[in-house]
Nanobody
Framework: QVRLVESAGGLVQAGGSLRLSCVASGSAFRTMGWHRRAPGKERELVADSAWGGSTNYADSVKGRFTISRDNTKNTVYLQMNSLKPEDTAVYYC??????????WGQGTQVTVSS
């Protein structure tokens, strides 16, 4: 059974930093990453990381967020720096298997105050 366990988000002031983590179990995952859904908006990709190390970022977070992955622990991290109020959203861990099955975490709230 596949399970994704996310760390808690939190409330942070604009300009601050926060790190999210997600531990996956139950399968091998080709890609792991993070999506987010802001109030009134659709869920969007934030960043993802492939097994081989390639990464992909949304334009809105490039230069501020860093995704990293520990394959030995099946864990993906999202270091978020220089946070902005528009980063406020529910953040979801995502993991995709080698057969292209997607799994999602339960979501964690990140709130950035101005």
């Amino acid at each position: 059974q596949v399970r994704l366990v996310e760390s808690a988000g939190g409330l942070v002031q604009a300009g601050g930093s926060l790190r999210l983590s997600c531990v996956a179990s139950g399968s091998a995952f080709r890609t792991m990453g993070w999506h987010r859904r802001a109030p009134g908006k659709e869920r969007e990709l934030v960043a993802d990381s492939a097994w081989g190390g390639s990464t992909n970022y949304a334009d809105s977070v490039k230069g501020r967020f860093t995704i990293s992955r520990d394959n030995t622990k099946n864990t993906v991290y999202l270091q978020m720096n220089s946070l902005k109020p528009e980063d406020t959203a529910v953040y979801y861990c995502n993991a995709r298997t080698y057969t292209n099955v997607n799994y999602w975490g339960q979501g964690t709230q990140v709130t950035v105050s101005s």
